[in-house]
Nanobody, 123 residues
Framework: QVQVAESGGGLVQAGGSLRLSCAASGGTLSSYAVGWFRQAPGKEREFVTAIGRSGATTYADSVKGRFTISRENAKNTVYLQMNSLKSDDTAVYYC?????????????????WGQGTQVTVSS
């Protein structure tokens, strides 16, 4: 059973940056695809980005060019670097891990989820 924990959320001004971390235990993240999702108040959870076992990445159009997903195998951690933050980025951000290595963007493809970390962007 893989356990996932996010950290790094907080309050930031528009235009600022934050880096979220997704640490795992009970499994090696480099063996699986790892995704980030977010849920804004009153909205459904949506896909943000994912990194596959091969290192390939994919991004939602809304964050392309501003967010970067990366993986540090030695720390069994995946990061989400968020730059040029906008008020629309305010949400709870969730890290999720698949049981397979291929990239997917749908929630149901991900088996293990963290509790989420709040990101608030003030305008």
């Amino acid at each position: 059973q893989v356990q996932v924990a996010e950290s790094g959320g907080g309050l930031v001004q528009a235009g600022g940056s934050l880096r979220l971390s997704c640490a795992a235990s009970g499994g090696t993240l480099s063996s699986y695809a790892v995704g980030w999702f977010r849920q804004a108040p009153g909205k459904e959870r949506e896909f943000v980005t994912a990194i596959g076992r091969s290192g390939a990445t994919t991004y939602a159009d809304s964050v392309k060019g501003r967010f970067t997903i990366s993986r540090e195998n030695a720390k069994n951690t995946v990061y989400l670097q968020m730059n040029s933050l906008k008020s629309d980025d305010t949400a709870v951000y969730y890290c999720a891990v698949r049981s397979y290595g291929g990239l997917r963007t749908q929630e149901y493809e991900y088996a293990y989820w963290g509790q989420g970390t709040q990101v608030t962007v003030s305008s």
